[in-house]
């Protein structure tokens, strides 16, 4: 049975585990004692859930290899009952801001910052797929004025844990054991009959390397052996490096340099592929994407550091670019990248006209082509219908647009003009509720009525 004043877990009562576990569990122990506090809500139950992760581990660490030693234990912490609690006071204890967090977001936040876990690792913890685990922690971060993840709140959560785990205090020695007096008469009688094993050992073994020919034998072992001295020790492996970009909220876009280019120039590309500049007969239509950079890269580090330089309505404006490109087709963006490779290949004079013509579109036109070279051409006549509608509603009808077919993107887009402005938000709502296999009938009743 635990107890709430049992010792920390390096201070266990019972046999010490091998050497190996033993050094695992002192290395990890400010950092769970830390993670359990902040998931508990509560320094007390938080150790009780150490101490417990931590005598599992210890006995059955031998079934895993080191590697895996890391998800093993943090996985056999975070599944103590205390764990998935709501914390009742998150202001009254350490980083209120991740303690307010719902269980399975503070737990997804706190492997990274607390535990120092990589992002493959943490997913694996929590049986996340890593997408899955990339979007836990951005639900868990609040968002700016434009909409994304603020960054500046996690650069501030990651130095208050910093300055958590280096004010931590150590936990309490555990209280002298009371040791019944017919106990320690029975342990003084073990000793002596101990020692005096011990003391015939030694008599023994004298008695066998003093006479000539243990002394000969003896002689032959020493000249037999060679001191050396052992290299230096490599450093440790650090739990967590701030500077490296494997967990900045924003390295997809950091990582790919090209396609953020592309993305900021998705309306012009895909009007320039669909209606200005379309590839001709033995152009290429597709190009790939380039590989993302690699996360040990020094030029993906720079790069991180001059994007966190940027003022926020940079970062902002640089990632709804990268959404609006994520939210392509891969056909799509493999088209974009290849209208860029014919749009570079022109003089500056071919590119100033065309870029003069795009620049002369109405205003409607330009915001239809921040949907791709499919629905760009359509959205002017789409537009009254779908362009001014609440922010929950957008995502979903937008999935809807990019889902139709030529045809219900022509009905859309004769409806869109004969639907009074009073009645458009019943009739969205209305085509939102429709299987998709009955919308083309109901769009050409509706037209037809």
Wanted: with cysteine; aromatic share 6%.
């Amino acid at each position: 049975m635990l107890h709430a004043h049992a010792p920390a877990m390096t201070q266990d009562s019972r046999p010490s585990p091998p050497s190996a576990v033993a050094a695992f569990l002192r290395g990890v122990d400010r950092r769970a004692r830390l993670l359990a506090q902040i998931q508990t809500g509560d320094a007390r139950a938080g150790q009780t859930a150490v101490i417990a992760a931590s005598r599992v581990f210890a006995t059955e660490a031998s079934q895993w290899p080191m590697p895996e030693w890391p998800r093993v234990f943090w996985r056999l912490l975070l599944s103590t009952p205390a764990m998935g609690h709501t914390v009742r006071r998150p202001a009254a204890g350490l980083l209120p801001g991740i303690a307010r967090l719902p269980p399975a977001q503070r737990a997804a936040v706190l492997l990274h910052l607390v535990a120092g876990l990589d992002d493959t690792d943490g997913a694996a913890v929590l049986d996340l797929a890593l997408t899955d685990y990339h979007a836990r922690i951005r639900a868990a971060l609040p968002q700016d004025p434009h909409g994304q993840p603020d960054l500046d709140v996690w650069r501030a959560w990651h130095a208050a844990v910093k300055r958590a785990l280096d004010t931590l205090p150590d936990p309490a020695p555990a209280p002298p054991a009371v040791i019944p007096a017919d106990a320690t008469a029975a342990r003084q009688r073990r000793l002596r009959w101990l020692w005096l094993g011990v003391l015939l050992c030694a008599l023994a073994l004298a008695a066998t390397f003093l006479a000539p020919i243990g002394r000969t034998a003896l002689d032959g072992w020493r000249q037999r052996i060679h001191g050396q001295p052992l290299p230096p020790p490599a450093p440790p492996r650090a739990w967590f490096d701030p500077d490296t970009p494997a967990g900045h909220p924003d390295l997809p876009l950091l990582a790919a340099p090209g396609e953020l280019a592309l993305a900021r120039r998705l309306p012009v590309l895909a009007w320039l592929d669909a209606e200005a500049l379309p590839a001709a007969p033995g152009q290429t239509a597709t190009l790939p994407a380039a590989p993302p950079e690699p996360i040990h890269s020094p030029r993906l580090r720079q790069r991180m550091h001059a994007w966190d330089r940027l003022a926020p309505v940079e970062r902002a404006r640089a990632r709804g670019a990268w959404a609006e490109w994520q939210a392509l087709t891969d056909d799509e963006r493999a088209r974009l990248r290849a209208a860029a490779a014919r749009f570079d290949a022109l003089s500056d004079s071919e590119q100033q006209a065309l870029l003069s013509r795009y620049a002369a579109l109405p205003f409607d036109a330009h915001r239809g082509w921040h949907l791709g070279p499919r629905l760009g051409r359509d959205w002017p006549q789409i537009a009254p219908l779908l362009a001014y509608v609440r922010a929950d509603e957008r995502p979903a009808l937008l999935q809807m647009l990019r889902n139709a077919d030529a045809e219900q993107r022509a009905l859309l887009a004769r409806l869109a003009q004969s639907t009074p402005p009073q009645a458009r938000a019943r009739l969205r709502d209305a085509l939102r509720a429709l299987p998709p296999e009955r919308r083309n009938a109901w769009l050409t009743a509706q037209l037809n009525g």
